[in-house]
């Protein structure tokens, strides 16, 4: 079973797609509202993917992003994004992001990048 986190400044989109993550058998280990929220939840769980918001106020995606991988380059990071920009892409697949999923959520984006980070996890034992 796959144990995530989910990290959203928005309080109810966390609670709604950690509820959809547990419905597909996804264990959920804790829920973020921030970048900073996001670095100390993944030091103390080390979950094997983490969704991570790209906006939000105080500290953002990206900076926990960049933290996590400094912490373990290996580390599963989907962020999730509402914003298209070229220079917001640049910067997550610079920093090494797992995946990208823009919202709206599409269903079969967040299933592609759950399998493949399976299928990287059964490689790895």
Same mark, same amino acid.
């Given at each position: 079973?796959?144990?995530?986190?989910?990290?959203?400044?928005?309080?109810?989109?966390?609670?709604?797609?950690?509820?959809?993550?547990?419905?597909?058998?996804?264990?959920?280990?804790?829920?973020?509202? *921030? @970048?900073?929220? #996001?670095?100390?939840?993944?030091?103390?769980?080390? /979950? $094997?993917?983490?969704?991570?918001? &790209?906006?939000? %106020?105080?500290? *953002? @995606?990206?900076? #926990?992003?960049?933290?996590?991988?400094?912490?373990? /380059? $290996?580390?599963?990071?989907?962020? &999730?994004?509402? %914003?298209?920009?070229?220079?917001?892409?640049?910067?997550?697949?610079?920093?090494?992001?797992?995946?990208?999923?823009?919202?709206?959520?599409?269903?079969?984006?967040?299933?592609?990048?759950?399998?493949?980070?399976?299928?990287?996890?059964?490689?790895?034992?």
């Amino acid at each position: 079973m796959i144990r995530a986190i989910v990290v959203d400044d928005d309080k109810n989109i966390v609670d709604c797609f950690s509820e959809f993550l547990e419905l597909r058998g996804i264990h959920i280990l804790g829920k973020g509202h *921030d @970048g900073k929220e #996001a670095v100390d939840l993944y030091v103390k769980l080390r /979950p $094997d993917v983490i969704f991570l918001d &790209v906006l939000m %106020d105080r500290f *953002d @995606g990206l900076y #926990a992003l960049e933290k996590i991988k400094n912490i373990d /380059p $290996d580390a599963n990071v989907i962020m &999730v994004t509402a %914003d298209l920009t070229e220079n917001t892409h640049t910067q997550m697949t610079a920093l090494k992001a797992s995946a990208i999923i823009f919202k709206p959520y599409e269903i079969d984006a967040i299933m592609k990048a759950l399998h493949d980070i399976s299928f990287r996890m059964a490689r790895n034992t």
